[in-house]
């Protein structure tokens, strides 16, 4: 399974963007892109996934490199409540049978 | 209405006993996961059930057995519990190939 590489920690200020990387550099043609968080005290939660483009949706941005190595998520107005673990997961074909989890970015956001 | 559901949330026990985590989902979905999260926060994959036939089964020690009554259920049992199975437990559920929900978890403390 390709691997995702991501930093231990960020730090946001509420109302501000966040933009949380990933890099995965040896992604495969077939590999999707997912990214999930989990709040404190609760189970993961989808955020987005995308294959080559960039992606939105109501929750975040992904925005994708061109040749696919890198992805960054992008909060468009930080909340206290996006304070979490962020978890950058590639998947293969799309397939989510199986999440494989790595040690994920902690987002503390300050008030 | 909670889409993945857990019971009990919290669940402290002595080693040696037996003891069963219930999971069941409202979302019509075929495919339903265990997920095990430890003291240092890995995320890791236990089973995956897809219309009740077992499809994922993660090198688990025995003592787990994952049952699976119908396609919206899908329980862990744990025998002669140990230290080492204290941990957060996550169910989990999805259609093949989609975004995964997850329960908001079990914690398992044995004492």
């Known amino acids: 399974d390709a691997k995702t590489t991501q930093p231990n920690s960020m730090e946001s200020n509420e109302e501000e963007p966040v933009h949380l990387p990933c890099n995965h550099s040896t992604i495969s043609g077939t590999d999707y892109i997912h990214w999930y968080r989990q709040l404190p005290s609760q189970g993961p939660e989808y955020v987005i996934h995308g294959l080559t483009s960039n992606v939105n949706n109501r929750m975040a941005s992904l925005a994708i490199a061109e040749d696919r190595k890198s992805s960054t998520l992008i909060l468009h107005r930080a909340t206290l409540r996006d304070a979490a673990v962020y978890y950058c997961?590639?998947?293969?074909?799309?397939?989510?049978?199986?999440?494989?989890f790595g040690t994920g970015t902690l987002l503390a956001v300050q008030p | 209405d909670t889409a993945v559901s857990q019971t009990p949330k919290y669940l402290v026990t002595q080693m040696g006993n037996d003891k069963s985590i219930k999971c069941e989902q409202n979302l019509g979905h075929d495919t339903m996961y265990w997920y095990k999260q430890d003291s240092k926060k890995f995320l890791k994959i236990m089973f995956s059930?897809?219309?009740?036939?077992?499809?994922i089964n993660e090198t688990v020690p025995n003592r787990f057995s994952p049952k699976s009554p119908d396609k919206a259920h899908l329980n862990l049992h744990i025998n002669s519990l140990e230290l080492g199975d204290s941990a957060v437990y996550f169910c989990?559920?999805?259609?093949?190939?989609?975004?995964?929900?997850f329960g908001e978890g079990s914690w398992l403390t044995v004492v």
């Open positions: 997961i590639l998947t293969q074909g799309g397939a989510t049978n199986k999440l494989i």
């Open positions: 059930y897809n219309n009740k036939e077992l499809i």
């Open positions: 989990a559920s999805s259609l093949v190939r989609n975004t995964i929900y």
